[in-house]
């Protein structure tokens, strides 16, 4: 699709974070221009991130650190889905979750019923604290009948210098002992696409997810009746896209690059 066209089109976009507005402690360049020009042209968004190592409250304050302030409404993680998708599918059933402190508290406010002993369910998180222990733990519980759930399939999460092993890396751990596989519910499943359906009431094709990553942000628009854009200042790099089974609907060099796209469209009146 034309660049231009894709955007003029759109009426929410849905922005990652890691790799996308920042990297690390750090702001990307033009990142706070492109929702400005967004806003001004009335377009809305939302912050999406797999990362579910840390609670929506935590990203909201560490983008106020950035000069960008947003209200709870306007962000969810992996781990706000995996909440909503136990709620609707297995209420009262008893969790043991691989995750950090923030996390659990996420899930306990959400009604979820944790345990350490024969839980019925097993989720998996970005669990930044993981020990072997509770490695073996979740392990044991797999075997023993218990579900196997987790928030995303991320396999890095960048850093600045680098990367370190996600989600979907502690879930390839679990697999190869077990034998069993997850079922995932953040970018880019259903689930996901259907939770931002319910809250924001704008069609699936005028939404249009916007990331660094093909197999994770892309795949959610592409593969959901959404749209999904790449841009190119995280982990995938142009010389990945051609082969890739998922393509991309657009590719930019960053969001500042939309920003710049937005701002010589004619101006309307923005909705609040």
Request: proline content about 3%; charged content about 25%; some cysteine.
């Amino acid at each position: 699709m034309d660049r231009e066209q894709l955007i003029r089109e759109t009426e929410l976009f849905v922005l990652d974070m890691d790799g996308t507005f920042y990297l690390g402690e750090k702001i990307l360049d033009g990142a706070l221009y492109f929702l400005e020009q967004a806003v001004k042209r009335g377009k809305q968004y939302l912050f999406f991130t797999n990362n579910s190592s840390q609670s929506a409250e935590k990203y909201i304050r560490k983008l106020a650190g950035m000069n960008c302030h947003i209200e709870r409404k306007q962000i969810m993680t992996s781990g706000d889905v995996m909440i909503r998708f136990l709620q609707t599918n297995y209420p009262g059933k008893s969790v043991y979750l691989l995750g950090t402190e923030p996390l659990e508290v996420s899930f306990r406010q959400g009604g979820i019923r944790l345990t350490d002993d024969c839980p019925d369910i097993v989720v998996v998180g970005f669990d930044q604290t993981l020990t072997y222990e509770k490695l073996t733990k979740a392990c044991t519980f797999i075997r023993g009948g218990a579900l196997f759930l987790a928030t995303h399939l991320d396999i890095n999460c960048p850093v600045e210098g680098g990367f370190i092993p996600d989600c979907g890396a502690i879930c390839a751990a679990i697999s190869l002992s077990t034998g069993a596989q997850p079922r995932y519910v953040g970018k880019p499943f259903r689930e996901t696409v259907d939770m931002i359906l319910d809250a924001t009431g704008i069609s699936r094709e005028k939404i249009t997810f916007v990331g660094d990553r093909i197999y994770t942000d892309v795949a959610t628009g592409v593969n959901n009746g959404a749209r999904g854009v790449l841009v190119l200042t995280g982990e995938t790099k142009a010389d990945d896209i051609p082969g890739s089974s998922v393509q991309p609907d657009a590719v930019y060099d960053s969001i500042k690059e939309m920003g710049q796209i937005l701002e010589h469209m004619e101006e309307h009146t923005c909705r609040v």
